[in-house]
């Protein structure tokens, strides 16, 4: 069977859509097909593979699966996506849109350009989730913050945890290397302290409301960007008090908004692009 696919990013961060609003059982085994569709070389090539849904509560519902095949509670870039695709293809015609996801619903702003076309998202990514084990991480301790985790004897670091709907460790440094992206990062997520394993953001600082990451994702390897990701260093340089509230975060595919508002709640702004559209046979 062919089916009808948009590829889109968020900062790079790519993704493959699947419109599944009138014909819920269109991807029957998504995380089946998710590792052949995302293979850069002989598929279509991303970081995993998106189904779009209707839903009963929320107006919308998505549901992700990562390049490996395991599905995800939750993608800040690939919500915002999300947001365009419905505004794009006249299922949302005004300025909200509430998306389910499994982190919970999320509640998008969408800031139009003169000619009524999605420009921007602004995502409430909602509380972050401080706790170890409810983030989760086997260390009983809130926040868990500058707790150290060792690869060996020779190499360790220490790492602020976050869950943003899915969990993350937060490692600042001096100064970002491939090393510890590409060699530490696929070791760190998969250590024993992480039972659901975890996304890992290395991050330095530039100055109290600018910081600059790079991030290893759970499930995908390192990505362009992270939404969730940008949204955690962003808690965690807080809570170091290396930052204010509100911080711009460099990833490799550009720069996202990030504010740890007063009322507890994340909020994250950024773009979303259309890379193509094609069908596929599943």
Same mark, same amino acid.
């Given at each position: 069977?062919?089916?009808?696919?948009?590829?889109?990013?968020?900062?790079?961060?790519?993704?493959?859509?699947?419109?599944?609003?009138?014909?819920?059982?269109?991807?029957?085994?998504?995380?089946? %097909?998710?590792?052949?569709?995302?293979?850069?070389?002989?598929?279509?090539?991303?970081?995993?593979?998106?189904?779009?849904?209707?839903?009963?509560?929320?107006?919308?519902?998505?549901?992700?699966?990562?390049?490996?095949?395991?599905?995800?509670?939750?993608?800040?870039?690939?919500?915002?996506?999300?947001?365009?695709?419905?505004?794009?293809?006249?299922?949302?015609?005004?300025?909200?849109? @509430?998306?389910?996801?499994?982190?919970?619903?999320?509640?998008?702003?969408? +800031? @139009?350009?003169? $000619?009524?076309?999605?420009?921007?998202?602004?995502?409430?990514?909602?509380?972050?989730?401080? +706790?170890?084990?409810?983030?989760?991480? /086997?260390?009983?301790?809130?926040?868990?913050?500058?707790?150290?985790?060792?690869?060996?004897?020779? %190499?360790?670091?220490?790492?602020?945890?976050?869950?943003?709907?899915?969990? $993350?460790?937060?490692?600042?440094?001096?100064?970002?290397?491939?090393?510890?992206?590409?060699?530490?990062?696929?070791?760190?997520?998969?250590?024993?302290?992480?039972?659901? @394993?975890?996304? %890992?953001?290395?991050?330095?600082?530039?100055?109290?409301?600018?910081?600059?990451?790079?991030?290893?994702?759970?499930?995908?390897?390192?990505?362009?960007?992270?939404?969730?990701?940008?949204?955690?260093?962003?808690?965690?340089?807080?809570?170091?008090?290396?930052?204010?509230?509100?911080?711009?975060? $460099?990833?490799?595919?550009?720069?996202?908004?990030?504010?740890?508002?007063? /009322?507890? $709640?994340?909020?994250?702004?950024?773009?979303?692009?259309?890379?193509?559209?094609?069908?596929?046979?599943?």
């Amino acid at each position: 069977m062919r089916v009808n696919f948009t590829k889109m990013h968020g900062l790079g961060n790519d993704y493959i859509y699947f419109d599944c609003i009138a014909n819920p059982e269109l991807i029957s085994c998504p995380e089946k %097909i998710a590792p052949a569709l995302s293979d850069r070389h002989f598929g279509i090539g991303g970081d995993g593979i998106v189904l779009i849904l209707k839903h009963d509560i929320a107006d919308f519902r998505m549901r992700m699966f990562n390049a490996d095949g395991s599905e995800a509670e939750m993608c800040g870039n690939a919500i915002r996506c999300v947001a365009k695709y419905l505004c794009d293809n006249g299922y949302c015609d005004g300025d909200q849109v @509430r998306i389910q996801t499994g982190a919970g619903i999320m509640e998008i702003a969408i +800031k @139009r350009d003169k $000619h009524g076309n999605f420009e921007l998202a602004r995502v409430n990514m909602g509380k972050p989730v401080l +706790k170890g084990p409810a983030i989760p991480v /086997n260390i009983d301790l809130e926040p868990v913050k500058s707790a150290s985790i060792a690869l060996n004897d020779d %190499i360790s670091y220490q790492m602020t945890c976050v869950s943003m709907g899915n969990p $993350h460790a937060v490692i600042f440094v001096d100064k970002i290397t491939d090393e510890q992206v590409l060699l530490h990062g696929p070791m760190l997520e998969k250590h024993q302290l992480f039972p659901k @394993r975890s996304n %890992i953001e290395f991050v330095k600082v530039l100055s109290r409301n600018e910081i600059e990451m790079r991030v290893w994702e759970r499930g995908s390897g390192e990505t362009l960007a992270c939404g969730t990701g940008a949204s955690a260093v962003t808690v965690a340089a807080i809570l170091n008090q290396y930052t204010d509230s509100k911080v711009t975060v $460099h990833l490799r595919g550009g720069d996202l908004l990030v504010e740890w508002a007063d /009322n507890g $709640h994340v909020y994250m702004t950024g773009p979303a692009a259309v890379a193509f559209t094609g069908n596929v046979d599943i």
